[in-house]
């Protein structure tokens, strides 16, 4: 079993539509992270969390550190958000990912 | 802003060669990773290292040499390339966030 894991796997949603993508963990972490791997190969980070809900724009992290679970949603979803999104957790040194969530926003 | 700079995008090498791979990173900080991608697999840790000469095995160290003889770069080190090498190779460094480089899409031929 993954340390990291993530759902879905793949999303495709009509522009405008609400997103959420999932990510639960089991081990213990100091930090947890969104990624976004666009075509191309390049990841930006979105977000940094260790507690608590952080907003980007269209873009809102939540973490349950009880639970051992963030989400990320996308708001009024548009098809530049198109990409891959990845969950990492930071255990001790190491950052430990999930193995993504790929989206498609069809218009 | 941070920058994770690797020094190519797409290489493309003959099996047998001796491949470097080098990331530079301006913000100080202690810790750089790096990390392959592949399909279906997701991104694996192939080493990192945590200050100057110090390093540590990831998941996924055979095959790869790391060296991290300044803070600001951490070169990887493919000794001798194979086939099963052909991946995109990401660089990150990391205090409390992490920056990620643009990735080197290796092909070994």
């Known amino acids: 079993k993954n340390e990291v894991e993530q759902s879905p796997q793949n999303l495709t949603a009509q522009e405008g539509e609400f997103i959420t993508i999932n990510c639960s963990y089991s081990v213990g972490i100091s930090a947890l992270h969104w990624l976004q791997q666009h075509p191309g190969g390049g990841i930006v980070s979105l977000f940094m969390l260790s507690s608590g809900k952080k907003k980007h724009g269209r873009l809102i992290a939540t973490i349950n550190i009880q639970e051992k679970h963030s989400s990320l949603h996308i708001t009024a979803s548009h098809p530049r958000d198109s990409a891959v999104y990845i969950c990492a957790v930071r255990n001790t040194d190491k950052l430990i990912f999930g193995t993504g969530t790929r989206l498609q926003v069809f218009p | 802003d941070v920058k994770v700079t690797q020094s190519s995008r797409y290489l493309v090498k003959r099996t047998g060669e001796k491949v470097f791979l080098e990331c530079v990173q301006d913000?100080?900080?202690?810790?750089m990773f790096w990390y392959r991608q592949d399909p279906g697999l997701g991104l694996r840790l192939i080493y990192f290292s945590y200050d100057v000469k110090m390093k540590e095995k990831g998941d996924i160290p055979e095959g790869y040499s790391v060296s991290r003889e300044k803070k600001e770069r951490f070169s990887l080190i493919l000794e001798s390339a194979s086939t099963n090498q052909t991946s995109m190779y990401l660089c990150?460094?990391?205090?409390?966030?992490?920056?990620f480089g643009q990735g080197t899409r290796l092909t070994v031929v």
């Open positions: 990150a460094s990391s205090r409390v966030g992490a920056f």
């Open positions: 913000m100080d900080h202690e810790n």
